[in-house]
């Protein structure tokens, strides 16, 4: 079962829960701003049923995809970033700075079992081009990844 997680504005987006302002020209928050949510949240929303208990937000699952990939993570190495990065955490769509956020790095490698070839075609697309056009990711690398681009 997925509900989309369609949220309202935050009264205060400026601030953390504990009044810490954020910086507004963050590069995670920027980025955010350009990566068209609602067109990967429908798709994402096409791989459950409408029964049974929710999935995780698409936004989430995605963003982290997205984190894992730029910053060339592991699994895991991906949920540790998300958990110790405001400006990430924002990224994926949470409202408040969670520091100790229970997440298990399994939901990635289940979701990209679970999400098909035309969802990650869009993200090795559509979002890649994002990516590229904003310098996230550059074309030609030195270095060899640890994997292709989000499958």
């Given at each position: 079962?997925?509900?989309?997680?369609?949220?309202?504005?935050?009264?205060?987006?400026?601030f953390f829960h504990l009044g810490t302002k954020i910086h507004s020209e963050n590069k995670w928050l920027r980025l955010a701003g350009i990566i068209p949510w609602e067109k990967m949240d429908e798709m994402y929303g096409r791989y459950f049923s409408d029964y049974g208990r929710p999935a995780?937000?698409?936004?989430?699952?995605?963003?982290?995809?997205?984190?894992?990939?730029?910053k060339d993570l592991s699994d895991e190495?991906?949920?540790?970033?998300?958990?110790?990065?405001?400006?990430?955490?924002?990224f994926c769509g949470r409202e408040y700075y969670i520091p100790d956020i229970q997440i298990s790095a399994?939901?990635?490698?289940?979701?990209?079992?679970?999400?098909?070839?035309?969802?990650?075609?869009?993200?090795?697309t559509e979002v890649a081009k994002i990516l590229r056009e904003q310098k996230f990711i550059k074309v030609k690398s030195s270095r060899p990844r640890k994997q292709t681009l989000f499958a």
């Open positions: 079962m997925y509900r989309s997680e369609k949220k309202v504005q935050a009264l205060f987006k400026d995780k937000d698409s936004r989430l699952i995605c963003g982290l995809l997205i984190v894992k990939y730029i190495e991906a949920i540790e970033e998300f958990r110790e990065n405001p400006y990430i955490q924002a399994g939901i990635l490698s289940e979701r990209r079992k679970r999400l098909g070839k035309d969802f990650f075609d869009f993200l090795g």
